[in-house]
């Protein structure tokens, strides 16, 4: 904390009036970057033209250039499992959210052919982030070896329409 105090040109205790623990900081950083890749990556900002899967592919191909933030992401998305966890209702909401708002995206992809329609939208939405979250995982331990995006774009290819 004092270093990033320090970076920021801030006091510790100037640093922790804004954020008041470690956590708080590191969900802060999280947050922001959920911020930055949903104006990146949304395929609803982009134009209608923009494949939703796609947006995914993009997303985890940008993850594999920044392996502290995976990393980071996945360190704190473990431990706040536990319900006394300061980030836990963060990563709780922030699954929530994502779920359902890909799911009502997902199920339009559904009506129109896109995506396969014999597994449930909220079945493959599970799925789909729990490809990603797993493969970021693999990836981090053995990131020469595991292709994360070439792997997620397989899986892509079983959830499209045949």
């Known amino acids: 904390m004092a270093d990033i105090a320090r970076a920021a040109k801030l006091t510790v205790p100037g640093l922790l009036h804004h954020f008041p623990s470690k956590i708080s900081l590191l969900t802060a950083v999280l947050a922001e ?3 930055v890749d949903r104006e990146r990556f949304d395929p609803s900002r982009r134009g209608a033209a ?3 899967l796609v947006s995914f592919q993009s997303l985890v191909e940008y ?3 920044v392996p502290g933030l995976v ?5 704190l998305v473990a431990e706040s499992i536990d319900e006394k966890h300061p980030g836990h209702e963060f990563y709780m909401r922030r699954y929530q959210n994502i779920r359902q708002q890909s799911t009502a995206v997902l199920r339009k992809a559904q009506a129109r052919g896109e995506i396969r329609k014999d ?3 909220e079945e ?4 789909l982030f729990a490809m990603m979250d797993g493969l970021q995982v693999q990836w981090l331990y ?8 070439h792997l997620f774009e397989q899986f892509l290819r079983l959830l499209r329409e045949k």
Do not use: C, H, S
């Not at 990393?71 to 360190?75: M, P, Y």
């Not at 053995?142 to 995006?149: S, V």
């Open 33 to 35: 970057g959920d911020r």
């Open 50 to 52: 923009v494949d939703w």
């Open 63 to 65: 993850n594999q250039t």
């Open 71 to 75: 990393q980071l992401f996945t360190v």
């Open 119 to 121: 597994i449930p939208a």
């Open 124 to 127: 493959l939405v599970i799925m």
């Open 142 to 149: 053995e990131p020469y070896r595991i292709k994360m995006a």
